[in-house]
């Protein structure tokens, strides 16, 4: 990808973070923690490919965001004056190694830190 493409995926993941975080944060505890990894442009610049983990329910997570595509993309362009403003898709993201290692380095977080007891006083 060009340095502008580079620039243009950034651009789309800081503005849809927040947005992709509220939504999941209506959801409550039903995919635990959500992280978006990268966004990936096509060459036509026709679609942005948001990937996305999850800690549970990581296979429902694209289908459930699915139906915030448009108001992402809307956002998107009132934000970024360009030509085009590519059609969002939700993925996962294909290497499980990623995923489980950053699934290991919040389960050891959450030990050292007693984030996951539940006989609080």
Known sequence: MSTKTDRFAETILTISS???LEH???HGEEFGIVSIVKVDISKDRTYADIYIT???NETVLPKKLAPLADKLRHDIGK???TYKIPHIRFKRIKN???????QDIINE???QY???ETDKE
């Open 18 to 20: 927040p947005i992709i």
């Open 79 to 81: 934000q970024v004056q």
């Open 109 to 111: 977080l959450s030990k």
């Open 24 to 26: 999941i944060r209506e």
């Open 54 to 56: 999850a800690t549970t």
């Open 96 to 102: 499980e190694a990623v995923t489980r290692n950053v």
């Open 114 to 116: 007693g984030l996951n």
